[in-house]
């Protein structure tokens, strides 16, 4: 299983419902597309406040393998909503920070 890892530094004047429906879209991408097996998103809760570099939301999505997640990389409805995404996000892409990892069985 592949974890996609992906944390949002929103602009300041996003609101909790912009946030809410980006997120939504997102989780909606497991209806269209095969091999998305978990959605999770929200708020960063770590007490590590010094660490957070302004990365106060995110969300991950688990994938059946690579191949699943690298369909899902290329799929149009995911770089629309991501693009949005990106337009939400302080700097535009220096607001987003990926992490891809490989969860044992």
């Known amino acids: 299983m592949i974890r996609h890892i992906v944390l949002v530094r929103f602009r300041g004047d996003v609101s909790p419902e912009e ?6 879209e997102l989780n909606g991408l497991r209806n269209h597309l095969e091999g998305i097996l ?11 406040t010094a660490l957070l570099r302004g990365f106060n939301d ?5 994938f059946r393998d690579a ?3 690298d369909a899902y990389l290329e799929d149009d409805k995911h770089r ?6 990106v337009a939400l996000a ?3 892409l220096d607001g987003i920070a990926v992490a891809d990892f490989t969860v044992p069985d």
């Open 19 to 24: 946030k809410e429906s980006i997120f939504r």
């Open 38 to 48: 978990d959605f999770q998103s929200g708020p960063n809760i770590s007490p590590e």
């Open 58 to 62: 995110g969300f991950w999505v688990d």
């Open 67 to 69: 191949a699943a997640r």
């Open 80 to 85: 629309d909503v991501g693009g949005r995404l």
């Open 90 to 92: 302080e700097g535009g």
